[in-house]
C-alpha cells in the first residue's frame, strides 16, 4: 500500500499561495509531473486527479477572507467541504475558529490537509466522509471553494448547501465563476485578483470573488 505522506513530500514542496502568504501548503511546482504520478503510481487506488496539489484562485479568495475578518469566524465551528489542500480550513483555525472540520473523498487530500494543518501549528480535523451523501456535522458556518467545475457536483453541492443554510450554517463560497457556479443563487461579497498559473486556468490572474447565499 502507498504511503500516502512519503509520496506527499516526494512530489510537493512547502509554499505559501500569492495571495495569502501567511499560509504555506505543500504544493506542486508543476501540474503534468504530479498528475503523472498520481496516475502511475497511485492509479490503481482509485484516486481522484491531484486537486489538493495546488492553490485554485476560489480557495485562495476564501482563505484571505476569513483572514482578513477574523471576527467572522472567532469562536465559530467552520465546516469546509472538498476542502483539497486545508487552505480555508486552516485560514479559519487561524482566525480564531473554535472548531474546524474539513473533508475531501480523497484520502491523499486528507493527508495534506494533516500535513499543512502541521506546518501551519493549527488543529483541524479532516474526514474522507462524503458530506454530499450523508449529514454533515453541525456548524456556523460553511466554506466551499472552487466546487462548481461540473454539472452534476455542482448540482450535488447546491442542494447541500441549501441543507446547511436551511439549518441555520452561514454559506461562504470561493469562486471564479466557473462553468456551472450559480450567481444568481449567491451576492459577492469581496473581490479579489488572485496569481494562479496558466498550467490550470486560463490566465496568470484569475478574478475570484467571495460569494454569500441569499436567503
Known amino acids: 500500500m502507498i504511503d500516502r505522506t512519503s509520496f506527499i513530500l516526494a512530489n510537493t514542496r512547502l509554499l ?3 495571495l495569502v502568504p501567511e499560509i504555506r501548503l505543500h504544493l506542486a511546482e508543476e501540474s503534468l509531473p504530479i498528475w503523472r504520478k498520481t496516475e502511475e503510481e497511485l492509479g490503481e487506488m482509485g484516486l481522484p ?3 489538493w496539489a495546488f492553490a485554485w484562485a476560489g480557495g485562495q479568495a476564501l482563505a484571505r477572507y476569513v483572514l482578513d475578518h477574523p471576527g467572522e469566524f472567532e469562536g465559530k465551528t467552520v465546516l469546509d467541504i472538498g476542502a483539497g489542500s486545508g487552505l480555508a480550513a486552516i485560514a479559519a483555525s487561524k482566525a480564531g475558529a473554535r472548531q474546524v472540520a474539513a473533508a475531501d473523498i480523497d484520502a491523499l487530500a ?3 490537509m494533516g500535513l499543512n494543518a502541521a506546518a501551519n501549528r493549527v488543529a483541524i480535523t479532516a474526514t474522507t466522509d462524503d458530506w454530499l451523501s450523508i449529514d454533515a456535522p453541525q456548524g456556523e ?7 462548481f467545475y461540473e454539472r452534476p457536483l455542482a448540482e450535488r ?3 447541500f448547501v441549501r441543507r446547511c443554510a436551511g439549518a441555520g450554517c452561514r454559506v461562504l463560497v470561493g469562486d471564479p465563476r466557473r462553468s456551472y457556479f450559480p450567481t444568481d443563487a449567491f451576492s459577492a461579497i469581496a473581490h479579489y485578483e488572485v496569481p494562479v498559473t496558466r498550467e490550470l486556468e486560463d490566465a496568470e490572474i ?3 470573488a ?3 447565499l441569499r436567503h
Open 206 to 208: 484569475k478574478r475570484a
Open 110 to 112: 486528507v493527508s495534506a
Open 16 to 18: 505559501a499561495p500569492p
Open 157 to 159: 453541492v447546491m442542494a
Open 141 to 147: 458556518i460553511l466554506l466551499v471553494g472552487d466546487l
Open 49 to 51: 486527479p491531484p486537486y
Open 210 to 212: 467571495v460569494w454569500q
